[in-house]
Nanobody, 128 residues
Framework: EVQLVESGGGLVQTGGSLRLSCVASGFTFDGDTIGWFRQVPGKEREGVSCISTIDSSTYYADSAKDRFTVTSDAAKNTVYLQMNNLQPEDTAVYYC?????????????????????WGQGTQVTVSS
């Protein structure tokens, strides 16, 4: 069974850091793009970042640039999202997902509908 599991969310104060993990089971990330998205109630799912497991190329939404870093560990079949200097507006449920589309080169993050397998999400709450 193909499964993605996110973890690492929690409650943090403004300016704090969290590292989210996305672990795959039932398949390997080989060749996939892994995207990180976030969603707050009543709003559309927003792309945050992506990484290609082909060449580790990355792309970040403007909201994530200079604060978030996405990395992958092929041996652990895991992708991480290091989030620093967190702000209250970063509060959301964070999801990882896989896509056959290449991560970068478009000038934007591929939308959520271009991603197929999704995890259940992990809650990130940033208190002011």
């Amino acid at each position: 069974e193909v499964q993605l599991v996110e973890s690492g969310g929690g409650l943090v104060q403004t300016g704090g850091s969290l590292r989210l993990s996305c672990v795959a089971s039932g398949f390997t990330f080989d060749g996939d793009t892994i995207g990180w998205f976030r969603q707050v109630p009543g709003k559309e799912r927003e792309g945050v970042s992506c990484i290609s497991t082909i060449d580790s190329s990355t792309y970040y939404a403007d909201s994530a640039k200079d604060r978030f870093t996405v990395t992958s560990d092929a041996a652990k079949n895991t992708v991480y999202l290091q989030m620093n200097n967190l702000q209250p507006e970063d509060t959301a449920v964070y999801y990882c997902a896989t896509s056959d589309y290449y991560c970068s080169g478009y000038g934007y993050l591929r939308p959520a509908y271009d991603y197929d397998h999704w995890g259940q999400g992990t809650q990130v709450t940033v208190s002011s």
